[in-house]
């Protein structure tokens, strides 16, 4: 099994006439997390969106395990989970469907799962209310769940820490350095450090000029 | 690398599951389209004359053209929500085929609002004067013909993910697109009506049915792909 | 070496020159042959034994009919190559395409509208060519409309190919439907111009007319692709030079 790393080369975008990412270029290898920052506006979220293929660089490349992302993008997403700066939940169903029928539709999933992750989240006592009843933290404790059901190795996370409390924060912290120990990457666009050992964390600063 | 992976049918039973569900806890809404459908059909007779010899002879077409209008109506909860929370991104990202999983999308959409249109037309109809035999064959026509229009309506809703207030340039979209629907569904109707055979039309709809089973899902996931850009 | 002649094709600033460069030679060939085909058509050419002098409208209306056609196709394939290869100038063709497509199908719809009068005294029939002729207008519009709607041009030139692709295919269907339809309820005749053989004198007009209104679209085409591509490029630093030359 070839070896697990996500390589950008020469990463160039251009959102109409703004040249958003100016050849971007990093490595991350297994066990580690790549935290980008910058102001708004620098590029944070087009680069996540770049990495997870939504967006199309004009310029360069984007290697997973050794090959092109572009190659097989079916295969890449199924190694990949992305969480965007809203908790991609419907807000009629229950936190506990919502994530049936996310996950599910990756990997198969019983219900005992999905509990026992809402569980570890402290998600039990409203599990079962639909998602516009809950706060903006409750919902962001119920995607880090359906990050943690979706078993990917890589991450790619945008404010993964927003809406949340510092216990919540610290849980994140938490969460990815466990990931991190298991084999897993984590690339972050992020606001504040996240509560992880400085031992695994890779920078990446991206500047709006 | 992914070896458990969920298998495709799975993928898209649940994504069907899914939007019946979701429909169901909203009833409100799906009940809209069918009753623009009765009001659309009852302009007409006002319009017209209340003689239903009269009205018998126009009903084909008074039931195709307020089919496409309710059909047009109901193509607003195709996408449009899944679009503003973030999930059909992560239909995207899910690792399973896109044009595969919108197909579930466009079957359960039919399910909820292109089927029960098939089961209100012969009211309709009644409602026009059609003879009681003619029924069936309504019923057939109206089946078939919707699975069309919810085919061909899912690329202009995918088309305009990005637009505001983009009812008006849906219905421009679509409607040329479903102009051969109308001509054989009303053709297979008033076939029907007469109390001839109504196959070969019957058999031309399926195949444009057909032909947007094929096609439409492909022409959506592009479409889809573009808006998420 | 035929890579670097296609990528130059798809280099906008040669694709500015080169269409500056073209644009005489397409107009003034165009205006020629018309000139020639409207005389030989017009004037030369002997009165119908059936309709008369009236069938010298066909002189512009099949080849303006013929030509929306024609346009539409091309705005699809150059839709569908901006959209698979990723080609700016391809799609800036595309919507250069639009807004002569949808004239060419306007002239036929009304040059049609007036032979129908001559032919059948009204300003109307739902005669198949008249009909699917609207209905490609409506196509046009529809293109134009959802260009229009969407500010990002880049979203817009994907999105409206992927219109223009479904539409090209749904063109032979909407045809076909539309003549069934037409078929089924003995409507008033097709405008049948041509008779098996038409005699030469008839025939080479219109054949001037075809190839002048096809190379009037390049013309028109090369016009409004310099336009589209100023646009476009308006920051680009090109531009400033091109614009001082």
Redesign the interface.
Known sequence: MPERRLQAENLHLWRGDRHVLRGVRFAVNAGECLQITGGNGAGKTSLLRTLSGLMYPEEGSITWCGGNIRRDMQAFHADMAYIGHEPPLKPDLTAQENLHYWIGVRRPLPIDEINRELGRLGCDQWRNRPIRTLSAGQKRRVALAGLLLMAAPLWLLDEPTTNLDTEGQRLVGTLIEEHLAQGGLAVAAIHHELAVSSAVIRRLELSSK | MSSTGTSALEAARLTLARDIRLALRKRGQLIQPLAFFAIVTTLFPLGISPELSRLRDVAPGVLWVAALLSSLLALEFLFRDDAQDGTLEQHVLSGQSLTWLLFAKTVAHWLLTGLPLAVMAPLAGLSLGVPVASLGGIVASVAVGSVALSLIGSIGAALTLGVKRSGALLSLLTLPLSMPVLIFGARATELAIRGAGFAPPLYLLGALAVLGITLAPLAAAAAVRISLE | MTWTWFHRLGSPPYIYGLAARLTPWFAWTAAALIVGGLYGGLVLAPPDYQQGDDFRIMYVHVPTAWMSLMVYTTMAVSAAVG?IW?IKVSHAVAASCAPIGASFTFVALVTGSLWGYRMWGTYWEWDPRLTSEL?LL??Y??YM??RS??D????AD??SA??A???V??VP??H???L??NS?HQAPSVMQLAKPTMPASMLIPLLMMFLGFTIMFGALLLVRLRAEILNRER?ANWIREAVAS
Do not use: E, M
Request: net charge positive; charged share 10%.
């Open positions: 959209l990723r209905i409506f196509l519009l529809g409309g959802l709607a969407i990002d041009t880049q979203r994907r999105v992927v219109l692709v479904v539409g295919i749904n269907i909407i076909f439907s539309v069934w339809w089924l920051t």
